[in-house]
């Protein structure tokens, strides 16, 4: 993975020394309240429900296994013993007191990272897919793309300030696994009949209370030219995104009140200025450069193929695990494994301390140090010898970490919610949990084949509950908490918004509603049609009977 | 105590006055006026002793920067800190116009946003009130790297040590 170099270093070094400043200034009355605010928030601190909450950046996902153990770290130190693992594969910790950030940016730079923009009206950490490097349907490696927009967003000096956040998304494999339709910006590599490397560019998606499919803003972009059109992007945005209304200042709004063509040739003509800036070309030796910092790994050859074959014959329950969580993989022999963060009886994405302790030594010992945090909210260890997985699997097991369930409705995407987040109408990890409980029979969820369930709660959509195949929204009626369920979302290749069900219901019906919803896809569908197949094919209606029945 | 900075210096013989729209024109003196005013009065603006600097904010459109070179001073309006937008406008006059003068942030200047403006390419800051320039000063030395480069060092770190 990327190598922080000195400049890497002094500059998180003394990013660290300034909001240790600027924290003092605080305390002392020197900044006001709002003067802090957009410093402490591209600082990664939230102020929340409970205590304030730091978001660390994990950019695109990586994590060394030293990183991992610095998280745990700060788990036991400053916060309650765990950490969660978000969406945009970062992680978030609920509980650190505001005078102590400082000391865990510190921690923080000690192992290469920091906090830099994971909140704030500003360009957050980019992320990617889980599977960079060795997925089988990949085009190109997004990594060091990835590296090298984290470096021109980094304290950007133009764009510390925008309308609103602003979250960019890259993939590199046919099947989309980044969910780059629903980000501000989605790049999709891609390579042309003559072998041309370069980008798919998209606009405008995202998710939130207005959500929306991103727009080709360009079929192709040559990857020399990634900085200067990122640039023309931003900078259209910076000067014509709205700042009377703050929910209407993403750039989607920009994007629908132009129109996706005047806005792409607006962003077409500041382009043929940026990219004459030299600052913003890439020569081939940069992009190489880049590429060295992602070596494959140095692979075993002697690895047993058929050792896997073997175990599949014998002990049931690896078996499952063989088939729910782990992935195949570009290099013979060996396969990444996801490290289920979903058991039953945790928040999902939540890790603690030991599990993140743990994580770290296995990453070692089987996956060459490095781990990855997904989309989905669990853990990837990317590059596992098949001839080593039984092992794995048993130490994973004794850390709660092999739940058996990856793409199962218990593998659920879901937001703090009333928790922890003070803009939630509504809880979210409770209704998993009610879920967990209600659907703990793992045949039947096997049977129920890909099944996506997300949680928000709040039409803020961090549990990114318009993209799931069912997507469940806490809403506050009169001070109760009811639920908006919706039926048919994706954020893959083919994204689409869900459609409402019909009107919330209460809490003590959520489950029982996601029953008869379930119930009805299995009596409809057919043969060995998915979830979202079976909605695509016969439609809401009679969804609908059999959920108000 | 003079909260004007300049070039990172604090400056206190200053001998510009902003005059509102309704302000009369004094006869000589260096003087900024509003964009709607330099518009609707730029020649007569033009026949006096004393130079004349224009105020912008985020509201101007970029295209109309190419017309202002020539001006000795150009003031860009922060109507608060958070509205980023006249950070775009600094670039584009350094970068693509190539001008030379005076760009003056004006407004909601605080501290803690002087490093993103001098590197966007304003070079003097008129600091609020009610905040201490010379404490302000510290603000430039925070950072002694970045990644996308400025005016005294062109090219990012990326292309430096490749
Ligand atoms: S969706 Fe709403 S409740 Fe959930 S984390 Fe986001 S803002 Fe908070």
Same mark, same amino acid.
């Not at chain 1, 978001?55 to 998280?71: F, N």
């Not at chain 1, 990890?429 to 793992?442: K, P, S």
């Given at each position: 993975m990327y190598q922080y170099d000195q400049y890497d270093q002094q500059l998180v070094d003394q990013r660290v020394a300034q909001y240790r400043d600027q924290t003092r200034r605080y305390l002392a009355g020197e900044l006001s309240e709002d003067e802090f605010r957009p410093l402490r928030l591209q600082n990664g601190l939230y102020i929340q429900r409970h205590a304030p909450m730091l978001?660390?950046?994990?950019?695109?996902?990586?994590?060394?296994?030293?990183?991992?153990?610095?998280?745990a770290h700060i788990a036991r130190t400053y916060d309650k013993g765990y950490g969660h693992f978000t969406t945009r594969q970062n992680i978030q910790y609920n509980w650190p007191p505001l005078e102590t950030v400082p000391d865990i940016?510190?921690?923080?730079?000690?192992?290469?990272?920091?906090?830099?923009?994971?909140?704030g009206n500003c360009i957050r950490n980019v992320t990617s897919d889980q599977f960079a490097g060795i997925a089988e349907d990949e085009v190109e490696d997004p990594r060091p793309y990835c590296e090298l927009i984290r470096q021109w967003a980094t304290l950007?000096?133009?764009?510390?300030?925008?309308?609103? $956040?602003? $979250?960019?998304?890259?993939?590199?494999?046919?099947?989309?696994?980044?969910?780059?339709?629903?980000?501000?910006?989605?790049?999709?590599?891609?390579?042309?009949a003559d072998g041309e490397l370069g980008f798919r560019v998209l606009v405008g998606g995202g998710l939130g209370r207005t959500p929306i499919i991103g727009e080709v803003v360009r079929e192709f972009l040559p990857e020399r030219e990634l900085l200067g059109y990122l640039e023309a992007i931003l900078r259209v945005y910076n000067l014509l995104g709205r700042r009377d209304n703050m929910y209407k200042a993403r750039i989607k709004i920009l994007v629908k009140a132009m129109g996706i063509d005047a806005f792409a040739s607006a962003v077409e003509k500041e382009w043929q200025h940026t990219r004459q800036d030299?600052?913003?070309?890439?020569?081939?030796?940069?992009?190489?450069?880049? $590429?060295?910092?992602?070596?494959?790994?140095?692979?075993?050859?002697?690895?047993?193929?058929?050792?896997?074959?073997?175990?599949?014959?014998?002990?049931?329950?690896?078996?499952?695990?063989?088939?729910?969580?782990?992935?195949?993989?570009q290099q013979p022999g060996y396969r990444a494994v996801v490290v289920s963060l979903k058991?039953?009886?945790?928040a999902p994405g939540d890790a603690t301390d030991a599990q993140m302790e743990a994580v770290a030594e296995l990453a070692e010992r089987y996956s060459f140090g490095e781990a990855r945090v997904t989309h989905q909210q669990n853990l990837v260890l990317a590059d596992v010898a098949i001839d080593t997985l039984e092992a794995l699997w048993h130490e994973l097991d004794q850390h709660g970490l092999a739940t058996p369930n990856v793409g199962t409705l218990s593998d659920m995407i879901c937001c703090p919610g009333l928790d922890f987040c003070s803009l939630a109408n509504a809880g979210s990890?409770?209704?998993?949990?009610?879920?967990?409980?209600?659907?703990?029979?793992?045949d039947y969820i096997y049977d129920l084949g890909e099944l996506r369930v997300n949680l928000s709660g709040c039409m803020n959509g961090c549990g990114h509950h318009t993209v799931g195949h069912i997507g469940i929204l806490g809403v506050d009626k009169k001070g109760e908490e009811f639920y908006q369920i919706t039926l048919g979302g994706s954020s893959s290749n083919d994204a689409t918004l869900g459609d409402r069900l019909g009107p919330a219901?209460?809490?003590?019906?959520?489950?029982?509603?996601?029953?008869?919803?379930?119930?009805?896809?299995?009596?409809?569908?057919?043969?060995?049609?998915?979830?979202?197949?079976?909605?695509?094919?016969?439609?809401?209606?009679?969804?609908?009977?059999?959920a108000y029945a | 105590m003079p909260n004007l900075i300049r070039d990172r210096k604090l400056v206190d013989d200053d001998t510009w006055t902003h005059l509102d729209d309704e302000q009369p024109v004094p006869a000589s003196g260096d003087v900024t006026v509003s964009w709607q005013r330099w518009q609707a009065e730029a020649d007569t603006l033009r026949n006096r002793d004393g130079r004349l600097g224009v105020r912008l904010d985020g509201d101007v459109p970029v295209e109309e920067l190419a017309g202002l070179t020539e001006l000795p001073l150009i003031a860009l309006h922060f109507p608060a800190f958070k509205d980023g937008r006249c950070y775009s406008h600094a670039r584009l006059l350094r970068s693509r116009h190539g001008y030379a003068g005076e760009i003056r942030a004006i407004g909601d200047v605080l501290r803690d946003q002087l490093a993103y403006m001098e590197r966007c390419g304003i070079n003097a800051f008129e600091i609020r009130e009610d905040r201490s320039a010379d404490e302000a000063l510290q603000a430039f030395d925070e950072f002694s790297v970045d990644y996308q480069g400025r005016s005294e060092r062109p090219f990012p770190l990326r292309l430096r040590r490749s």
């Open positions: 978001r660390v950046s994990i950019p695109y996902g990586l994590l060394s296994s030293a990183q991992l153990r610095v998280l940016l510190a921690d923080l730079a000690t192992v290469e990272m920091h906090a830099i923009q994971t909140s950007h000096p133009e764009f510390a300030y925008l309308p609103r $956040k602003f $979250k960019i998304a890259v993939t590199g494999s046919e099947r989309d696994r980044a969910a780059t339709q629903v980000h501000d910006i989605g790049l999709q590599l891609q390579r042309t030299p600052a913003l070309q890439l020569e081939d030796a940069d992009i190489a450069g880049f $590429k060295k910092h992602f070596p494959a790994p140095a692979y075993r050859t002697d690895v047993d193929t058929a050792g896997a074959d073997r175990l599949l014959a014998g002990n049931a329950d690896f078996q499952r695990w063989y088939r729910r969580n782990t992935v195949s993989h058991a039953k009886d945790r990890i409770d209704i998993a949990a009610d879920i967990n409980q209600r659907f703990d029979d793992l219901v209460s809490k003590d019906r959520v489950v029982d509603t996601m029953e008869s919803i379930i119930h009805a896809y299995t009596d409809l569908r057919e043969g060995e049609e998915s979830f979202l197949e079976t909605y695509r094919r016969v439609g809401m209606k009679p969804f609908k009977e059999r | -």
